[in-house]
């Protein structure tokens, strides 16, 4: 059976977090998710290939005949909410060419029967996909019973909707290092990263319940790598891709502190001179681990604050106190360790006066970069939950949004949600003390990834 993966490319970018002008420059990341499925399946000798379309930016045409000249039997598709109605218009080419079509991610993990019901899907993937998919790719080889394989959706013969339960890989190591060579490597990169980017998963789960995210199967139960297993994979994606910098999956880098400082003493022992960035909690960091984490070679944390009001904060579920968020800062900084702070701003309940508080407190806390985020309820979420009952959100929405591409975005909970985050951008990116630190930090191998950035700054206004 000759297998297709595919990443298809966002056209509308609607329901998204992120402001569209800024959405469409902050580059592109490794999709390790189908990486790690093609890795799985090849080890079995199966036949997989991948298209990442967002990567290469190719057109609906230009994948079409790229899937045609593959000529699969199954194609598999990665989707988030956002993205599925590019993603079941990858579906239908599949079905078009006579492929049998499965979808996985965080989507149809949300809405599962909705999204089979309404779209040409043959099948979806709950939970993680790598041994679901080969199952899956032998159920239909050999016609074997699809009740038998683990975390699939699907209807039978009788059009019953069957669900089976979710699957979890509870070994992380036993899976292969994701195929990298069957993606375009060349072409990922981040405004905020070094040069070319490449993506390492060091677990998986997360153990924090915020309101805004909605959590996946796979999130509810932590899972971490063996350390040395991770520093192999960083040694190969050096000598292999040649690389400028590695990003560390992960909800939190540094919870399991056994781990972070394993790991940082095993890039150290190994004389490994890699520059990596990562996601981490402000009350997950202490002073000695930042300053081993620091002399590991990392270059910069990226600390969910979200905002500045205690109330704000509280109804999202973060669990943070301030202090600790501004102590936080405080020892990155003396490690000459770049903080970057991710912010919402019109949350449910939210207010003038709470949004002020979110500007003063990004003023204390002096991040080196930020990124603020407008808050979207997206499904199976508390804060879902929340705008419905108070009536400021349709129970039905994305249901609606399903069914009709164009379907209006859904309600900011704020007004003037757009122009409060334009104003907050603007503020911190074009303060004097911000232009004149970066204009003394450019140089040759930077200047595109600043200037993709500026022009997504210039671009927020009338959005």
């Known amino acids: 059976m000759n297998v297709l993966l595919v990443r298809s490319r966002p056209t509308k970018l609607e329901n998204t977090r992120l402001p569209k002008s800024l959405a469409s420059e902050v580059g592109y990341v490794m999709p390790l998710g189908i990486a790690s499925i093609a890795a799985y399946l090849r080890r079995q000798r199966i036949a997989v290939s991948i298209i990442d379309a967002e990567a290469e930016e190719l057109s609906l045409a230009d994948l079409k005949s790229r899937m045609a000249d593959t000529k699969p039997d199954l194609v598999g598709i990665t989707s988030m909410t956002p993205t599925i109605h590019d993603d079941v218009k990858v579906a239908a080419i599949a079905k078009e060419l006579g492929a049998k079509v499965v979808i996985g991610g965080p989507h149809i993990n949300a809405m599962p029967e909705e999204t089979m019901r309404i779209f040409p899907i043959d099948f979806g993937i709950l939970g993680e996909g790598e041994y679901p998919m080969l199952r899956l790719v032998r159920a239909l080889s050999d016609k074997e ?33 994701p195929a990298r060579d069957l993606l375009p490597y060349q072409r990922y990169s981040s405004i905020i990263s070094k040069g070319r980017l490449a993506t390492v998963c060091i677990g998986r789960g997360c153990p924090f319940t915020c309101g805004f995210c909605f959590k996946q199967p796979s999130d509810k139960k932590i899972r971490y790598r063996d350390y040395k297993s991770v520093v192999d994979e960083v040694e190969e994606v050096i000598n292999r891709y040649d690389v400028s910098e590695i990003n560390f999956v992960s909800d939190s880098m540094t919870i399991k502190e056994s781990f972070i400082e394993s790991f940082c003493r095993e890039l150290i022992n190994r004389k490994i001179k890699v520059s990596w960035i990562a996601a981490t909690r402000a009350d997950c960091v202490t002073p000695k681990l930042l300053k081993l984490m620091k002399s590991a070679g990392c270059r910069s ?59 003063s407190f ?24 929340q705008v419905v009952d108070a009536g400021m959100v349709p129970r039905d929405y994305w249901r609606n949004f399903l069914l009709d591409e164009n379907y209006p975005r859904i309600p900011y909970l704020f007004k003037d949600a757009e122009k409060w985050v334009e104003k907050a951008y603007r503020e911190f990116f074009f303060s004097p003390r911000f232009v004149l630190k970066k204009i003394l930090q450019i140089r040759p191998s930077n200047m595109r990834i600043y200037l993709k950035a500026f022009r997504g700054l210039l671009r927020l206004k009338g959005q």
Do not use: C
């Open 301 to 359: 944390l990226r600390f969910g604050v979200e905002s500045g009001s205690e109330r704000i904060l509280k109804l999202m579920g973060k669990n943070l106190d301030k202090q600790k968020i501004i102590q936080a800062f405080e020892w990155a900084r003396e490690e000459n360790i770049e903080t970057f702070a991710y912010l919402i701003i019109g949350y449910f309940s939210e207010t003038e006066e709470t949004v002020r508080e979110t500007l």
């Open 145 to 177: 019973p699809l009740k038998d394989v683990p975390g699939i959706i699907y209807f039978d013969e009788n059009k019953k909707f069957i669900m089976n339960p979710p699957y979890i890989h509870e070994n992380l190591d036993e899976l292969p290092f």
């Open 362 to 385: 990004v003023k204390k806390l002096n991040p080196d970069l930020l990124m603020y985020n407008i808050a979207t309820p997206l499904p199976v979420t508390k804060l879902l939950e």
